[in-house]
């Protein structure tokens, strides 16, 4: 393989926590025809759990505490990523998810233990100092996991106007309307979810008029129309059949052409879990496929020929294949050997 052909390929960026002196984001060539990733390079970034791309800039999160929880933007210079700057997000400890608004060039995280949103302006990718913090209060039934607000994701509407915090530890969905300028309407409008729940993922469909949120300590997948900024459920079916008193739910995708969802499950069973979407949006479970321990994080390439799983336990990047005609998968066993994987992102 040629120099120019590798830089053509798709990069594969893997974020991991950083225990085990790992450098926390390793950067792999990835090919959409046979599925093999080849290392590259390595970025030095703390417990970097959570990544986002817009264009030539690279963006991850930090996931620490104790005042040492920030976000760091690099830029694509000749095919690798080089450092541009680290903001601190003061009192937004272990932010865990990050989005990029392309409107207003703007960083948004979820804080988990702060149990808030940490808000970043950018120019030409570098970061400028926080530039808004919005911590919530609440509980819910879960004494061991519920006892304060946990912010697990921030999500922007399809049209980039709304964004949508989960918040595990209330068991609510807060929607504010983004500003010009990209920071956030303090008020807010907060939706209940079911108590126990604890939500932690959520995502919309290209058209916008179906969302999909992941509960992760219910591990039940709920099913929104959506009008507007209002979420009305239609229906929530199990994503972990097991009868396992404690499970934990980690994440979801939609394929790239609408046709399926998949969501991965850990602690009580660890899968990745297909679902065929009907017409009227809601879920019908097709498949499950067994995998390594603790899969936090998983992704579709963008061929949508292949689903690459991270196992967070077993230090591997798993490669399935994906049939896109029944919704099943098969591990070609061409596991990419990362330690503490929790992020999948290809460009």
């Known amino acids: 393989m040629t120099l120019s052909t590798i830089l053509l390929l798709p990069q594969l960026i893997i974020g991991s926590y950083t225990s085990k002196g790992n450098p926390g984001i390793e950067v792999f060539t990835w090919d959409t025809q046979t599925g093999i990733a080849t290392k590259s390079y390595s970025l030095t970034v703390p417990q970097a759990s959570y990544q986002a791309i817009s264009g030539e800039y690279l963006f991850s999160v930090s996931e620490e505490g104790d005042g040492k929880a920030s976000v760091s933007s690099f830029h694509l210079r000749n095919g690798k990523y080089e450092a541009i700057n680290t903001e601190f997000s003061l009192k937004g400890d272990h932010p865990c998810h990050l989005s990029y608004r392309e409107k207003s060039k703007t960083i948004y995280t979820a804080n988990y233990t702060g149990g808030s949103v940490s808000v970043f302006q950018t120019a030409n990718g570098k970061l400028k100092p926080l530039a808004q913090y919005i911590a919530y209060q609440g509980s819910s039934v879960n004494k061991d996991r519920q006892t ?5 994701m921030v999500s922007l509407s399809p049209d980039q106007n709304t964004l949508f915090v989960t918040d595990l530890g209330s068991d609510k969905i807060y929607v504010h309307a983004i500003l010009a300028d990209g920071q956030l309407a303090e008020s807010r409008q907060e939706i ?14 290209a058209k916008g008029d179906r969302a999909y949120l992941l509960n992760e300590l219910s591990s039940d997948v709920d099913v929104f129309s959506v009008a507007g900024t209002q979420l009305n459920k239609i229906q929530s079916i199990p994503a972990d059949t097991s009868a396992a008193k404690v499970k934990g739910s980690a994440d979801i995708h939609l394929s790239q052409n609408g046709k399926w969802l998949l969501a991965s499950n850990r602690i009580s069973s660890n899968q990745v879990v297909v679902f065929k979407i009907e017409a009227d949006g809601r879920l019908k479970r097709v498949f499950h496929q067994n995998v390594a321990k603790i899969p936090r994080n998983f992704t579709f390439d963008p061929s949508g020929k292949f689903v690459l799983v991270a196992s967070q336990e077993e230090d591997r990047v798993q490669v399935f294949s994906f049939d896109d005609a029944t919704g099943s998968m098969q591990d070609l066993h061409q596991d990419i050997l990362v330690k503490s994987p929790v992020s999948l992102l290809i460009r």
């Open 148 to 152: 304060s607000a946990h912010a697990h």
């Open 192 to 205: 209940a979810l079911t108590p126990g729940n604890g939500p932690r993922h959520i995502r919309f469909n």
